[in-house]
């Protein structure tokens, strides 16, 4: 949609808009949507009963916001939907240093302008992206980087060091009328979190003496992991007390959703059938709640999106090397996540050496899982039977889905294959082959079959 037409301050006030503060606009915007069953929250998974509610709350009480959780859990996608809830187009002071309304000026600048010109003060459209800013709080970050300081190249062209006109804005005024985020808060250092105590509860910023009262209308979002409370740093008690919401956020609960963040975030280059991706999800979880693993730091859902990806990128390797039409990634390809994943992954400190084991063990577990909920009520004896027989059956990182098929076990005029297909939605040659391998591993894990591996192979027998 293209910005309003009005361009003077005349035209403005004719064309009968109306100002509101920045939180009003929030709160109004957001009961708009509630109030027409619209979702202000895209691409959140998991939070509808537990974050979002708190959250929801905070901006119609008008609170900043600080987001507590461990790293991959949403806290930076969360904040960056709330500019969903500006206004589309907000007008401003043309040329003006922090974005000002037409209607309320604060610089000296926009004061003198808007006194010189009167009606005809010109006003341009700022869309509602350009309202957000975004900063990774790092230790070596400045009260000038966040507040402002005196700018030496104004003061050189001769303008007295008493002139406010001398002052270089930081981050937090430039967002005047908008949202500011600050990623890991507590690594801001302590002397930094101080400049910010004015601006959050006064509203108004100081700057080497200069004595401004500039009615900043901002809000002022952040995230921070628990762990820095006690350890990298923390958000000091003044600064904590002037967040009006402190949100506990979490990882997906329910298994669809950790599914539905990886659907969404992973870039596939290759076709990972759903059940693979429901290993991944349920691998990840059982990380989160392995004694092993060292909690405190998390295992952030990034770990399952980037193994998604690493095992669609096998299946894209072996397609491209063996000439298959479909690229689709299998369960033999799992292996392959674990591999270059597991440096993702902070252990318990008596663990060393058992790294692998653990992953390994634990993959394996999801996999059953999965085996159990996709494939139960299946009699898969005639297979178990043509490998007590002496088949076997060979699959590998490097093994195409026709050659895999092709060396089944002829199992009569059963329709096993066609079954376990069919409950895995499998069409083409490298779904089925994915499904029937599924099988397979969930006979070795069920111990009803051996099976024995080699480099980059396997094979199944009695």
Not at 66 to 75: A, D, H, P, S
Not at 119 to 134: C, G, I, Q, S, T
Not at 270 to 298: C, K, M, N, W, Y
């Amino acid at each position: 949609m293209s910005p309003p037409a009005a361009t003077t301050l005349a035209e403005l006030r004719a064309s009968g808009h109306v100002q509101k503060s920045l939180r009003e606009e929030l709160r109004d915007n957001l009961l708009t949507a509630l109030r027409e069953g619209r979702d202000p929250w895209p691409g959140l998974h998991g939070f509808e009963s537990t974050v979002i509610p708190q959250l929801e709350r905070a901006l119609l009480a008008g609170h900043d916001v600080v987001l507590l959780g461990e790293r991959g859990q949403g806290k930076t996608r969360l904040l960056r939907t709330l500019v969903g809830l500006l206004d589309e187009w907000t007008p401003v002071i043309a040329g003006s240093e922090l974005g000002e309304h037409p209607y309320e000026p604060i610089t000296h600048p926009s004061l003198r302008r808007a006194a010189e010109l009167g009606d005809d003060l010109p006003v341009v459209w700022r869309h509602r992206d350009e309202r957000y800013a975004e900063k990774l709080a790092t230790p070596d970050t400045s009260v000038a980087d966040l507040i402002g300081d005196v700018d030496p190249m104004k003061v050189a062209e001769g303008r007295s060091l008493g002139d406010p006109e001398t002052i270089h804005y930081g981050l937090i005024p430039r967002s005047h009328r908008g949202i500011v985020a600050i990623n890991e808060l507590p690594d801001l250092a302590e002397r930094i979190q101080v400049a910010m105590l004015n601006v959050m509860e006064e509203r108004d910023i100081q700057i080497r003496g200069y004595v401004l009262r500039l009615p900043l209308d901002v809000l002022v979002v952040a995230s921070a992991n628990p762990e820095d409370y006690t350890n990298r740093g923390r958000i000091i008690t003044p600064l904590k007390d002037r967040f009006g919401a402190e949100i506990r956020t979490h990882y997906p609960i329910e298994i669809h959703d950790e599914v539905a963040v990886i659907r969404q975030e992973a870039h596939l280059v290759a076709d990972v059938p759903d059940h693979l991706v429901e290993i991944l999800a349920r691998f990840t979880r059982a990380l989160r709640h392995s004694q092993s693993v060292d909690q405190r730091s998390g295992v952030s859902a990034r770990f399952a999106i980037a193994g998604a990806e690493t095992i669609a990128a096998a299946a894209l390797h072996r397609a491209t090397a063996q000439g298959e039409d479909d690229a689709v990634a299998r369960v033999v390809d799992l292996q392959t996540a674990v591999d270059v994943l597991g440096g993702k992954i902070e252990f318990e400190t008596g663990e060393e050496g058992r790294e692998e084991e653990i992953l390994t063990h634990l993959l394996r577990t999801a996999t059953a899982e999965v085996v159990r909920s996709r494939l139960s009520g299946l009699d898969l004896g005639l297979l178990v039977q043509a490998l007590e027989s002496g088949a076997i059956v060979t699959t590998g990182e490097q093994v195409t889905a026709r050659d895999f098929l092709a060396g089944l076990p002829v199992l009569g005029e059963s329709e096993l294959y066609d079954d376990i297909c069919d409950r895995l939605d499998a069409t083409n040659d490298g779904e089925r082959a994915g499904a029937i391998e599924l099988a397979l591993e969930g006979l070795y894990l069920a111990r009803k079959v051996a099976k024995e591996t080699d480099g980059g192979e396997a094979v199944y027998g009695g």
